[in-house]
């Protein structure tokens, strides 16, 4: 094995199933022989309950001085409480790009036979951007009475407004970003969603922004897709599909779809990349009722490691990595209740153990 250098990389846990999930994935990925300094620093309930905040600044600083990091799920109060440590993170790091993989594993369920999908994702523009309006503010009101003024519609009175902004400049660099992609990992074809047949000057933006970085690409196939076309034939005839750009919310939709093709959310990894930084964490959540019980299947945070892998450079790691976690899943033995035959199967594995199958995966070979 070719050694390579110690990486720093900033570790957070998480809260709910998110410690187990990363101590699983933290000794996969030191099994694979690369060397690893974890800064380990704290996000999430856990710590909100203890500081009042749940991001403290120690562990942004951190990220913002190793440059990548891995991350354990953290629960997001619905309607209330504080917002989105996802979301934070990518505005504060301005992590773009998220990188969502939707390929399927031989041995996990699924009602098609061959998934191997790019979902590329807007991260910091559109509904998300967070520019909201709280019903019957006074910046609701006086929205209510810009829009009317300019000929522009009618807003109902007592409505909560989100503002949906797309940019030349989000738009060029997320399709830049799937077609630089594209062209790295060997995929040969790009399609972008949107649905500016409604929207024109805000989708339509995209899609002529998209159009206009193509034609920069043209050993790429390009096309592009009304969402909820897309949406269909995803699910109709998804070998049509290989690299898919999209702006922000239309992204997040879409690889939850994709992560449904492929066994669920338990089989999806991330990555968030952004010009200073990079962020990798499992698409789900974090299962707070299961937290404790070692019983929470590890793929996707794992795979996120393989994709930080291949962010450092460390392509041979990635590979004998993915390989073994294949072998584990397609053996199908040492895995979680959740790709058993059936979810009551009593010769399931715990997170624990199911990591310990693929570390001597990785020994045997």
Request: aromatic share 6%; hydrophobic share 40%.
């Amino acid at each position: 094995m070719a050694e390579s250098r110690a990486h720093e990389v900033t570790l957070i846990p998480g809260d709910g199933t998110g410690p187990e999930l990363i101590e699983a994935t933290r000794r996969v990925l030191e099994a694979t022989g690369v060397e690893f300094v974890w800064d380990e620093h704290p996000a999430g309930e856990d710590v909100y309950a203890e500081e009042g905040t749940p991001f403290p600044d120690r562990t942004l600083e951190s990220i913002k001085r190793t440059k990548v990091g891995i991350k354990g799920p953290t629960t997001t109060p619905v309607g209330a409480g504080f917002r989105s440590i996802n979301v934070q993170l990518r505005k504060e790091l301005d992590l773009y790009a998220c990188i969502r993989p939707c390929k399927l594993y031989e041995g996990v369920r699924s009602p098609f036979s061959e998934v191997d999908l790019l979902i590329v994702r807007e991260n910091t523009e559109v509904l998300y951007a967070g520019i909201e309006f709280e019903v019957d503010s006074q910046g609701a009101e006086d929205l209510r009475e810009f829009v009317a003024s300019h000929d522009a519609g009618t807003i109902r009175e007592h409505s909560g407004i989100s503002i949906k902004p797309i940019s030349v400049f989000g738009s060029e660099r997320i399709v830049e970003a799937a077609f630089e992609y594209a062209k790295t990992h060997g995929r040969h074809k790009v399609t972008a969603a949107h649905k500016a047949n409604i929207m024109k000057f805000s989708d339509g933006l995209f899609l002529e922004t998209a159009r206009r970085v193509a034609e920069r690409h043209p050993e790429i196939e390009f096309e592009d897709r009304i969402i909820d076309n897309l949406c269909n034939q995803l699910v109709s005839r998804p070998e049509e599909y290989d690299v898919i750009v999209l702006p922000n919310l239309y992204g997040d939709i879409v690889s939850d779809l994709g992560a449904g093709m492929i066994g669920g959310l338990g089989m999806a990894p991330g990555a968030n990349i952004g010009t200073e930084a990079a962020m990798f964490e499992a698409t789900h959540g974090s299962a707070p009722k299961y937290k404790g019980q070692n019983k929470v299947n590890p793929t996707a945070l794992m795979l996120s490691g393989v994709l930080m892998l291949r962010h450092l450079d460390e392509d041979e790691a990635a590979d004998r990595m993915e390989g073994a976690i294949a072998a584990v899943i397609a053996e199908g033995d040492k895995v979680t209740y959740d790709l058993k035959p059936s979810r009551d199967d009593p010769t399931a594995v715990g997170t624990s153990e199911f990591a310990d199958a693929v570390i001597e995966q990785m020994q045997a070979g």
